[in-house]
């Protein structure tokens, strides 16, 4: 079954240092991965996705993610957070033959003026 | 926005009663899914279609059923609400295509006192 893991439930930083969420997948088959990000009270909207065409993906507000098979990750970073950037964010994977999304646990980030 | 409706969007009832929640999309999507988010757990996967009448099992689907009687309707039913199914219900659509994300809905916060 497919399944990813994101540690840290809550990630503190500094407004215009890094952001580094680190999810890792378990599939048996080449998988699709998403970041979403859900803001306060609404529904989850995709940041970026991975789907085999190339292994650094860049998305929306300056996110980009990069996919490893050999660690079988797929960490999302932005150089320079902004406050803005504060918001729950999920990584989920899909494989091909299934058409289920299975999402990790969720990373809370604050950011700190 | 992708058209997605959630409807209600806040609830209250009470232990025991019946409770139906309505996603309706005007995408055409195949694919429709009910998940629900709480807190340390992200979002699990309730039950998902993929197609009219077709129908299937998520990870958390004891207590819950669902009917896809049209393309743009999928419902989610209670049959005895309990204090443990409190949560925030979203309601996600998806092509066929594995390589697509999914578009969520705005949730729908169910309360069962």
């Known amino acids: 079954a497919q399944s990813v893991t994101q540690l840290g439930s809550h990630v503190s930083v500094s407004e215009g240092a890094l952001v580094l969420l680190r999810c890792n997948y378990s599939s048996s088959v080449p998988p699709y991965l998403f970041w979403y990000v859900q803001y306060p009270n609404q529904g989850l909207q995709l940041l970026l996705k991975?789907?085999?065409?190339?292994?650094l993906v860049k998305g929306i507000n300056g996110f980009e993610a990069e996919f490893k098979k050999s660690e079988t990750s797929f960490h999302l970073t932005k150089p320079s957070a902004h406050m803005s950037d504060a918001a729950e964010y999920f990584c989920?994977?899909?494989?091909?033959?299934?058409?289920?999304?299975?999402f990790g646990k969720g990373n809370q980030v604050v950011v700190i003026p | 926005d992708a058209g997605i409706t959630q409807s209600p969007r806040h609830k209250v009832t009470e232990t025991g009663t019946p409770v139906t929640l309505r996603c309706h999309q005007t995408?055409?999507?195949?694919?429709m899914y009910w998940y629900r988010q709480d807190p340390g757990h992200g979002l699990r996967l309730i039950h998902y279609s993929y197609g009219v009448k077709d129908t299937d099992k998520g990870e958390v689907s004891d207590g819950y059923s669902v009917s896809r009687s049209k393309t743009e309707d999928f419902l989610l039913t209670l049959e005895s609400a309990t204090s443990s199914q409190t949560s925030v219900y979203f309601c996600?659509?998806?092509?066929?295509?594995?390589?697509?994300?999914?578009?969520f809905g705005q949730g729908t916060r169910l309360t069962v006192v």
């Open positions: 996600a659509i998806k092509t066929g295509d594995l390589n697509t994300e999914a578009f």
């Open positions: 991975y789907t085999s065409a190339a292994t």
């Open positions: 995408e055409n999507h195949r694919y």
């Open positions: 989920a994977v899909s494989s091909y033959g299934n058409n289920r999304l299975a």
